[in-house]
């Protein structure tokens, strides 16, 4: 909690206040607001089919790293945006051809143009077997 900005430390800040030691958790209930997939994501079928085809599934961050969590369960490593793609590569470099087909690589399409262009042209130019798999929303919330 330390450093965690919660409405008595806007409080403070706003109106001046003076608090000897504020309370580490907001004493009123707040609503809880699960993380959620952005609007009109198929991400439930998605990970069903990597689900079924039993292939180790790196993610990236965005709302695809949701894919981790129940009931999805479709997701095995994240580590840092844009490091799926890296990641992939990585692991078909250590798996050689017994990782074809049992390896992937996800990535938003955000998230994708924002930092996964240099990991593919490596991929690319390195001629790896991965397989990436650029999830487009056509959109970015």
């Known amino acids: 909690m330390l450093g965690e900005l919660n409405p008595l430390l806007i409080e403070k800040g706003m109106l001046g206040k003076k608090f000897k030691n504020p309370p580490l958790v907001y004493e009123d209930p707040i609503p809880p607001r699960p993380p959620v997939c952005a609007r009109g ?8 089919v990597l689900r079924k085809l039993k292939v180790f599934t790196n993610g990236d961050i965005g709302c695809y790293t949701l894919g981790a969590y129940p009931p999805l369960n479709g997701i095995h490593s994240t580590i840092c945006m844009g490091s799926s793609i890296g990641s992939t590569h990585g692991m078909m470099k250590v798996l050689g051809e ?8 996800v990535i938003g ?15 690319s130019y390195n001629r790896s077997g991965a ?5 487009d ?5």
């Open 41 to 48: 994501v198929p991400t439930g079928a998605f990970f069903a």
């Open 109 to 123: 399409d955000s998230t994708f143009l924002h930092s996964g262009i240099p990991s593919l042209m490596n991929i």
């Open 98 to 105: 017994k990782g074809k087909r049992k390896v992937v690589g």
């Open 131 to 135: 397989t990436i798999i650029i999830l």
């Open 137 to 141: 929303n056509r959109t970015t919330e």
